[in-house]
């Protein structure tokens, strides 16, 4: 595979539940992100890893969490969710922290809380 | 105020016109200036980056510039169905800062 890949593409999860996103690069990128996409809201940057170190967590609540295992590999775990939470959620990567703007962007997962 | 503002359109433009798409932001601070496409159901992929004043062209697409009035555009010369999508605009402080993106633009190109 190539690229930024996520699973699952689409996820229905109840406010009870746990489950987790995955991620992973194949570009050989030391740098991470997730974004969440609301409908008619700006991309909003979640989470910020450089060499499997978070370096920016953007005010997101503690029922989201990162974990970053290696360079290529990304999750964000989630546990009760609130409906607000849905939305569709992009993993990216760099080849590092200063090469933001060149980030290549995951499909998504599209994620409903119910 | 928006840190980042875009019409939401959608804006309608006739196959072979040109479009022009808006942004304007409201950090005097911001430094780096991007354009990424966005396909319906899709994931947003850069199309364009512009750091100095005035314009940058690549192919059909035109950055411009305008730190003054903290304006930044992107202009599609020879529209084509294919470049319906919605487009966001991204800015940042540079040097690792993050990108801070709009709401997007959607762009319709009609046959």
């Known amino acids: 595979e190539t690229g930024v890949t996520q699973t699952p593409r689409h996820l229905v999860m109840g406010m009870t539940n746990k489950k987790s996103l995955k991620c992973e690069q194949h570009?050989?990128?030391?740098?991470m992100y997730w974004y969440k996409q609301s409908a008619k809201k700006p991309l909003e940057l979640m989470f910020v890893?450089?060499?499997?170190?978070?370096?920016e967590n953007n005010s997101v609540p503690s029922r989201f969490s990162p974990e970053c295992p290696n360079s290529s590999h990304l999750f964000l775990h989630l546990h009760t969710l609130q409906p607000e939470d849905s939305a569709l959620y992009l993993c990216?990567?760099?080849?590092?922290?200063?090469?933001?703007?060149?980030?290549?962007f995951g499909p998504g997962t599209r994620l409903t809380v119910t | 105020q928006k840190e980042v503002e875009q019409n939401s359109g959608p804006l309608s433009v006739p196959e072979g016109a040109i479009a022009s798409l808006n942004c304007t932001y409201s950090?005097?601070?911001?430094?780096?200036f991007f354009w990424y496409r966005q396909y319906s159901g899709k994931s947003p992929e850069l199309i364009m980056f512009?750091?100095?004043?005035g314009d940058k062209e690549d192919g059909r697409f035109t950055a411009q510039l305008n730190k003054a009035s903290q304006y930044v555009s992107l202009l599609i010369r020879d529209s084509q169905p294919s470049d319906s999508a919605t487009y966001l605009c991204?800015?940042?402080?540079?040097?690792?800062?993050?990108?801070?993106f709009g709401t997007g633009t959607q762009l319709k190109v009609e046959l």
């Open positions: 512009i750091y100095s004043n």
């Open positions: 570009l050989g990128h030391n740098a």
């Open positions: 950090d005097r601070g911001s430094q780096s």
């Open positions: 890893y450089s060499l499997e170190e978070r370096v």
């Open positions: 990216a990567s760099s080849q590092d922290r200063r090469s933001y703007y060149e980030q290549y």
């Open positions: 991204a800015v940042s402080r540079g040097g690792g800062n993050k990108l801070t």
